[in-house]
């Protein structure tokens, strides 16, 4: 009798440890699921806000404008591009490390974006800011806004740039976390080297003028310079983004250029309806720009297509009624 009663003793203890287990065990879960559902929406809310900030920073002149997103807390930005549809998709997501979790590996849920193009890294890391600029897209009419990011944790030393950058860099655009030298051997520890002209061993980033091409990760991209104040635009987009980033962004720049070449046409029609007899002569110079735009495959493609846009803008700017 007495070792059928440890056995039953032991057998209830048993049994309220699995049941305690079992309590435990949901609460953790319980928790844990609050917990990750808060995260997200961290995450979620952050995504959408820097979309929203980069609201103030589309141009109306043709100048370049520039901010600055703080942060309290260690944040990360993911930027991705798909082509998909007429317009393709901006994805902006963030990640912010919080009292509830210090993993920002993922974001959260990723807000989309079709009018906005945003060139960078994939993922970038900042701890107080990060840097935005802007630049007007005129190709030869306005397509839209560059914005182009970097973060605080994020330093690049320009080598052997040219002037008008240097200038352009620190008085216009007023950009930090930017230096410039003339050798290689003086920049700072832990910069992303761009080198303009010249292929040292060291450069991250390489810079040929002359050939209209950046390489970047052993990838190469080709922008080219544009007529107005935005000269530079597609240079600093592809020195501050990945090569796949670049690449997207520019196929959805060319098939926004597409739909407003089409808009244009009809605008044509209409010039001539309210007595502008000058405006049809651009019907074939829009037509060839919009075919362009159309076949637009990669940024190899870029120095076609800017031959027809300084066609089409030459031809549209002694125009008593111009088309834009």
């Given at each position: 009798m007495?070792?059928?009663k ?10 309220a440890?699995?049941i305690?287990?079992?309590?435990i ?5 319980a928790?844990?699921?609050?917990v990750?559902?808060e995260?997200t929406k961290?995450?979620a809310?952050?995504a ?6 980069l609201?103030?920073?589309e ?10 997103i703080f942060v309290?807390?260690?944040?990360k ?7 998909q ?10 990640s ?5 979790s210090?993993?920002?590996?993922n974001?959260?849920?990723k807000?989309s ?9 994939s993922?970038?890391e ?10 007007p897209?005129n190709?030869?009419f306005?397509i839209?806004?560059l914005m ?11 080598v052997?740039s040219?002037?008008?950058?240097k200038?352009?860099i620190?008085?216009?655009l ?14 700072q520890?832990n910069?992303?080297?761009v080198?303009f002209?010249t292929?040292y061993?060291e450069?991250d980033i ?11 990760g052993g990838?190469?991209?080709?922008y080219v ?6 000269k ?21 720049l060319?098939?926004r250029?597409a739909?407003?070449a089409?808009?244009?046409t009809k605008?044509i029609?209409?010039?001539s309806f309210?007595g ?7 019907f074939?110079y829009?037509?060839?720009?919009k075919r362009?735009a159309?076949?637009?495959s990669?940024?190899e ?8 846009a300084e ?6 700017a002694?125009l ?5």
């Amino acid at each position: 009798m007495q070792n059928k009663k440890a056995l039953e003793f032991s057998f209830a203890w048993i049994f309220a440890i699995f049941i305690g287990a079992v309590i435990i065990f949901l609460a953790i879960y319980a928790a844990t699921r609050i917990v990750g559902t808060e995260q997200t929406k961290i995450d979620a809310e952050t995504a959408k806000q820097i979309g929203i900030l980069l609201n103030p920073l589309e141009t109306v002149l043709e100048e370049g404008k520039t901010s600055t997103i703080f942060v309290n807390k260690e944040t990360k930005i993911f930027n991705s591009c798909r082509e998909q549809g007429v317009y393709g998709v901006q994805e902006i997501g963030a990640s912010v490390s919080t009292a509830i979790s210090d993993d920002s590996s993922n974001p959260g849920i990723k807000s989309s974006f079709r009018n906005k193009y945003l060139f960078s890294s994939s993922v970038s890391e900042g701890k107080k800011e990060f840097y935005v600029f802007s630049k007007p897209f005129n190709f030869p009419f306005k397509i839209a806004d560059l914005m182009i990011l970097y973060s605080d944790q994020e330093k690049y030393c320009f080598v052997n740039s040219p002037a008008e950058i240097k200038e352009e860099i620190n008085k216009s655009l007023k950009l930090k976390n930017i230096f410039f030298i003339n050798n290689i051997r003086n920049c700072q520890a832990n910069t992303k080297k761009v080198c303009f002209n010249t292929d040292y061993e060291e450069c991250d980033i390489i810079v040929s003028q002359s050939l209209n091409k950046v390489i970047r990760g052993g990838d190469e991209v080709y922008y080219v310079e544009l007529e107005q104040t935005d000269k530079y635009a597609l240079l600093y987009a592809a020195i501050f983004s990945e090569p796949k980033i670049y690449k997207c962004q520019l196929k959805r720049l060319m098939s926004r250029a597409a739909i407003l070449a089409e808009l244009y046409t009809k605008k044509i029609t209409h010039l001539s309806f309210e007595g502008c007899p000058s405006a049809p002569l651009l019907f074939d110079y829009i037509g060839s720009y919009k075919r362009f735009a159309e076949l637009f495959s990669g940024p190899e493609d870029l120095e076609n297509i800017k031959e027809k846009a300084e066609l089409l803008s030459s031809k549209n700017a002694p125009l008593t009624c111009r088309l834009f």
